[in-house]
Every structure is written in structure tokens, then in C-alpha cells.
T-cell receptor, first 118, second 116 residues
């Protein structure tokens, strides 16, 4: 299967700082990537849809000014948590849809990034 | 609106017992996809199965089997002869028609604990 990487895998930062998380499709092109958030002991919630070359689409209740998404190329999407606070501490997971392979609705998840804000 | 319900919060079994995880979904779409993922303590999601709404065939893969019944909007998952390595959180998820492919609605998850 296709491989999606995330960097960093784990980050600890101070309150008020910004953190950038990268999501890369390593061996395929992804026109669309998705960002999910998972709080401890909870399920995954879709935050936003990232489309290459256009603005991200955010789910209801997600602050677009706080969670900046940039899909600069067909293999890279970044999520920047701006002015992070302890309540932003969570597990952030991205997924990527394989370009030109919609009939099977294939997508691949990254390994996740654990963010801890002190 | 789409909804996925996994009513079982946690299931504890002894090794070699069978485990069945329930998943009930709600959707108004006629075309949709259902998924099961495993999330071990490491956090990484492991894809188990994808099934589209037009394929109600049940499937068996090794010790795993899935029972998809559109009539009851259920997509249940059974682990046969469970092993300690099966201990994880299992998520059922739902995706809509082509214009929303990739946007998954996850259930709350079921924690499976297998003890030796």
C-alpha cells in the first residue's frame, strides 16, 4: 500500500507558540488530504479537507485562523496550530486520497503527531 | 447527516475466545463506504477492510470476518480465536458518495482487551 508520513511524530511546546505538522505522501500523488484530531480516549474527528492549490475546507466548529492548512504540492500538506494552548493538546492524524483512484475510495493514514502544549 | 454507533465501549476476553464488535450506521446516501480500522497503543491506524454499499457479501480474512447487512444498517466485525496482539481500539467508519470520499465519520471505537 501507499505510504503517508507525518513529521514530527511527537512535539511538546509552550503555550502561545505555533507548531507546524507535515503530512507527506511518499510514493503517490494526493490531490486531497484530510486532517483529523483525536483527543485521549476519544474518536477521530475530521477537522478539514486540504486540496492542492486551493483553500482548505474546514468542518463546523474548527477555527480556520487557528489551524492553518497549506497544501503546497501534490505530496505535502501542512497543518499549523497557531498560538497553541493546552486544550489543543491532541493526536493529529492526516490521510491522503490517492489521485486518480476514486473508484475504490482509497486513502491512507499517516502515523499521527502527538502534540502536547504546556 | 451521517452517524456511526459503536455501542460497546470495551470488550474483555480471554485468549482464543471469539469477539464480535457491533457497528450500526445512519446515512441518507445510496452510495457509501464502510470501513474498519484498528488502533493499537502506538496510535497508528491500521486499515482492516473497506466495503461499498452495493457489496453485501460477507468477507473472511484469516481470523477476521465481517457481516454487512443493509437491512439493519449494520457492519459487524468478528475476531475468531482472539490473541493478545488483537488488543487495540477498533473503529468503524463511514464515508459518503464520491464528492465526499475520504471524509470519514468514525464511531466512538471499541476497546478490545485480550488477556492470556
Amino acid at each position: 500500500g501507499a505510504v503517508v508520513s507525518q513529521h514530527p511524530s511527537r512535539v511538546i511546546c509552550k503555550s502561545g507558540t505555533s507548531v507546524k505538522i507535515e503530512c507527506r505522501s511518499l510514493d503517490f500523488q494526493a490531490t486531497t488530504m484530510f486532517w483529523y484530531r483525536q483527543f485521549p480516549k476519544q474518536s477521530l474527528m475530521l477537522m478539514a479537507t486540504s486540496n492542492e492549490g486551493s483553500k482548505a475546507t474546514y468542518e463546523q466548529g474548527v477555527e480556520k485562523d487557528k489551524f492553518l492548512i497549506n497544501h503546497a504540492s501534490l505530496t505535502l500538506s501542512t497543518l499549523t496550530v497557531t498560538s497553541a494552548h493546552p486544550e489543543d493538546s491532541s493526536f493529529y492524524i492526516c490521510s491522503a486520497r490517492v489521485r486518480d483512484r476514486p473508484p475504490n475510495n482509497e486513502q491512507f493514514f499517516g502515523p499521527g503527531t502527538r502534540l502536547t502544549v504546556l | 447527516a451521517q452517524k456511526v454507533t459503536q455501542a460497546q465501549t470495551e470488550i474483555s476476553v480471554v485468549e482464543k475466545e471469539d469477539v464480535t464488535l457491533d457497528c450500526v450506521y445512519e446515512t441518507r446516501d445510496t452510495t457509501y463506504y464502510l470501513f474498519w480500522y484498528k488502533q493499537p497503543p502506538s496510535g497508528e491506524l491500521v486499515f482492516l477492510i473497506r466495503r461499498n454499499s452495493f457489496d453485501e457479501q460477507n468477507e473472511i480474512s484469516g481470523r477476521y470476518s465481517w457481516n454487512f447487512q443493509k437491512s439493519t444498517s449494520s457492519f459487524n466485525f468478528t475476531i475468531t480465536a482472539s490473541q493478545v496482539v488483537d488488543s487495540a481500539v477498533y473503529f468503524c467508519a463511514l464515508s459518503g458518495p464520491p464528492d465526499s470520499w475520504g471524509k470519514l465519520q468514525f464511531g466512538a471505537g471499541t476497546q478490545v482487551v485480550v488477556t492470556p
